[in-house]
């Protein structure tokens, strides 16, 4: 039966390869360089746009958007603005922007982001172009048919290639199933590449969407067949390009060169990709994404060296190709230098703090997985090994084994807290708590657009090793002022270290607090291993990093002072209300034993911890268990 599977498979991508090679395939218009967003107001004018509609993120609407909006208003070009695009955007949110572009009479787009405000805008304009097509009539291939409204591409991130493809991802809400819109139509007529506009992202952003970018050049060059000659030497091009400035623009954030060549890489992957396809790698990408809420990228950099490895010998001659021109292995057998290739990409992947493989991937869950990776990838993609259940499943369980090789989690830097008596660190492992906060904070959430704070190890491991850091400004502080209130009051004192106040404070503005003793930035204190992880749930929204890293750079200090205000006070209230007097002559008390017996100081700490934790309990606020997984 597979047999016949496989037949039929080949079958279809070779008529519909030669479909395609009868299709007009354009590229873009690309603007590039430092400062070329100016240019935007006059590629505006080229296309006809009288009036556009912006679409956009909440964070990006404030950090990057007034860049734009001044070039806007000093050509006179009027425009409207959509700034609620959620990571993998909805149905929803398609619908919203629809709405309002016919409603205030905008006759084109500009995408400002990553690759979510790019799919939602290229969903809106689809649905403006077809008005009694639903986005589920639309999704497959070539059924959107119609000419949509001038779409111009600006991309802020360099990994998704969406300023170049043909495809918009969109998500429905209901099943959180991910379907894709493919179309020729769908194209946008410039992608403005501005490196000034990348210049923000944090390291691990730039490595996520980096290795995205060399997921579309891979799996694009190792296509079975749809490949052509233009394709081939773009996917060759994006793969010497990433491998050359990738590390660089990760090590050295503000190197304009290397960041401009990381989105030119990422453009060619793009339209590498749109001609040739992707294959298995997103194909089960896709499945954790939905399942999980796994980071696109992130999900793509895990399971790329996996699949190849899969793949073996089918890949090696051009996998063999690939490694010279990276410049990995330029002599040997096609199968050594393959195979040196693909521990290249394990090697960048660690070097850039990038796990081996994922834990968080359920038993039950993996009959689903099989069924939606084989359904998005045959007979779609040209893949060069065509998977059955069997196929599928194997890797799924090589993607679990390996997280087990993952890397030691490092402090980072912080301090660690640990004691010398064990029993105090199993104590604080199991002290690890995270709460979703009440409805003050919620709101506060909804009003930065930060609804979906990530639900990663990475980000729980990162909470802790800064409540650590956050203790012992508090010990500090308190010791020499003499303060009257417990230390667990001043847990949350706010952090001036360079890049880490911003993450803190969009977590604390997002009402998600992680509480814990003795832990490093890098990941859980002993014991902690074996936290419950459980699939996203219908209300939960996870940004992607692009998305949740632009909106801490520019609020993070803000959202800290505020929460900061409002703990302040609470804390004030319970310690008021909580035995205030006790509590101060134990206090008075510890401070001499914490001297003679730190560990007993410690222990006390992690009791207030633990009183904190069911305080809030008693308060109504609901435990919120993990469903993602270690991203650094």
């Known amino acids: 039966m597979d047999g016949l599977k496989k037949a039929y498979y080949r079958t279809y991508q070779q008529v519909f390869d030669i479909g395609m090679r009868c299709l007009h395939w354009r590229k873009p218009i690309v603007l590039s360089g430092a400062g070329c967003l100016k240019q935007v107001p006059d590629v505006l004018g080229k296309c006809g746009v009288e009036k556009v509609m912006v679409v956009t993120g909440s964070h990006v609407v404030k950090s990057l958007g007034p860049k734009l909006f001044a070039a806007l208003e000093e050509a ?26 016919v409603e205030t009479g905008c006759s084109g787009f500009v995408a400002l982001g990553g690759g979510s405000p790019m799919d939602a805008t290229k969903g809106a304009a689809a649905r403006v172009a077809c008005p009694k097509k639903s986005c589920n009539d639309m999704a497959g291939v070539m059924r959107v048919g119609k000419t949509v409204p001038p779409i111009v591409a600006i991309p802020t991130t360099s990994g998704t290639g969406s300023e170049t493809t043909i495809a918009a991802v969109i998500t429905d809400s209901e099943t959180h199933h991910k379907y894709a819109l493919m179309d020729l139509k769908l194209m946008p007529l410039y992608a403005i590449l501005d490196p000034e506009l990348t210049v923000g992202l944090p390291p691990r952003t730039t490595a996520t969407t980096g290795m995205d970018a060399l997921t579309h050049a891979i799996e694009a060059y190792i296509s079975w067949t749809y490949n052509t000659k233009e394709s081939l030497r773009l996917a060759e ?5 990433i491998f050359d400035n990738l590390e660089v623009a990760y090590a050295h954030g503000d190197d304009l060169k290397a960041r401009e060549n990381m989105m030119i890489a990422a453009f060619k992957a793009g339209f590498a990709f749109s001609r040739a396809g992707v294959g298995n790698v997103h194909a089960i990408a896709h499945t954790l994404g939905g399942l999980y809420n796994t980071p696109h990228g992130l999900a793509n950099a895990v399971i790329l060296p996996i699949v190849l490895e899969d793949y073996g010998e089918a890949v090696y001659p051009k996998l063999a190709r690939l490694s010279e021109i990276a410049g990995v292995k330029t002599e040997g057998t096609d199968a050594e230098k393959a195979q040196a290739f693909i521990a290249e990409i394990y090697a960048m992947n660690k070097r850039m703090g990038i796990p081996k493989g994922f834990d968080f991937i359920q038993e039950e869950d993996i009959p689903q997985i099989i069924e939606w990776a084989l359904a998005e990838a045959n007979p779609n993609y040209p893949v060069p090994v065509v998977y059955n259940a069997a196929r599928c499943r194997k890797v799924i369980d090589d993607i679990r084994a390996k997280a087990a090789e993952n890397p030691p989690a490092d402090s980072g830097g912080l301090p660690i807290f640990f004691a010398a008596d064990a029993a105090v660190q199993d104590k604080a492992a199991k002290a690890v708590v995270r709460v979703r906060g009440h409805n003050a904070v919620n709101e506060q959430r909804d009003r930065v657009g930060d609804r ?42 706010r952090e001036h270290e360079r890049g880490r106040a911003g993450h803190c404070g969009r977590h604390m503005a997002g009402g998600e607090g992680v509480f814990a003793l003795g832990v490093g930035a890098g990941g859980l204190p002993p014991g902690a291993e074996g936290l419950d992880r459980q699939r996203a749930r219908p209300g939960d929204e996870v ?33 008021e209300r909580e035995e205030e007097e006790t509590l101060l002559t134990q206090q008075r008390d510890d401070v001499a034993q914490r001297r003679e017996n730190p560990a007993r100081g410690l222990g006390k700490f992690v009791q207030c911890l633990q009183n904190g934790v069911v305080i809030a309990r008693k308060r109504g606020v609901e435990p919120l268990r993990d469903c993602s997984q270690f991203h650094k």
């Open 76 to 101: 006179g070009m009027p425009y409207e603005v959509f700034s609620e695009v959620e990571a993998n955007p909805s149905v929803t949110t398609v619908e919203k922007i629809r709405a309002q572009y």
């Open 237 to 241: 091009e994006a793969v010497k390009l």
């Open 452 to 493: 979906g704070c990530d639900q990663t190890d990475d980000h729980r491991a990162e909470h802790v090793g800064r409540v650590v850091r956050h203790e012992v400004v508090a010990r500090k502080t308190h010791h020499r002022h003499k303060q009257k209130r417990p230390v667990a009051r001043g847990l949350f004192a």
């Open 543 to 575: 940004l992607e990093p692009e998305v949740r890293d632009e909106r801490t750079a520019a609020h993070g200090t803000e959202h800290a002072d505020a929460h900061l205000a409002r703990l302040g006070k609470e804390h004030q209230r319970d310690a």
